[in-house]
């Protein structure tokens, strides 16, 4: 056999190798996991019904118990306290 045969032959032996390598590592780990079925069920819950069950009402502000006037005037009396408060609230929503 010539050097270029040998190398040839090397070539394509190092090359199967890589496929085999690819299949085996990669392709049949993947197939894997898309034949799996999933654990969890990805149903939604039906949360209408408890709504309708349950009347949600949402007290206004005189029956809560709030003063506007007396909220406006703590909040003009310190900006700096009543922004801050406004932050930690907005980070609070997130």
Sequence with gaps: MSQT???MLVRWLFAGL??????LYIVRPLLRIVRRKPDVAFE??????????????????????FDR??????????????????QQWLKQKR
Excluded: F, K, M
Aim: net charge negative; aromatic share 2%.
């Design 5 to 7: 045969a040998v190398l």
């Design 18 to 23: 890589a496929v085999a390598a690819l299949v």
């Design 44 to 65: 939604i819950p039906d949360y209408t019904q408890i709504i309708e069950e349950e009347e949600l009402e949402l007290p206004n502000a005189e029956e809560a118990g």
């Design 69 to 86: 006037n007396a909220a406006i005037t703590r909040a003009r009396a310190d900006p700096r306290a009543t922004a801050l408060r406004v």
